[in-house]
């Protein structure tokens, strides 16, 4: 089973846990995920990437806003601009997946070497990260340019 905090339309954050990425996806695609807040099937997965920082450089960041803009209610050059952040995450970092959290934090710890990554995350761990002083950033996660 996989973790994934998701969010709908209306900016509502939730849980849900699947059996696979791929069951995930034909699930929203059906219109099977809906928001147990307001019933919404505009579902969408929330992705966490960090900013790594290096042993002795790290920095205070304050906790993000979240603002939710569904990718079909988005302005095109929104939406230009996020296929571009998307682009560069995938190309400069290394996807962990479900790992994040872990190896984050083993990355601050210094059991890791520092590198960028980003992957998936719960609300509970990206909480834990932030408590722990670890800089993680949650990023819109639009569908690629490409397809
Ligand atoms: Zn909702």
Redesign the pocket.
Known sequence: MIHYTLQ?G?A?AFDGWFASGAAFDRQVTKGLVA?P??G?VDVERGLMAPSVSRKGNAREVAPAKSVAVTPNQMPDQMRVALQRLRAEVERRCDYVGENFAEDARRMHEGELPARAIYGETTAEQAEALADDGIAVARIPWVPRADG
């Open positions: 709908c209306q509502h928001c807040v307001c919404g």
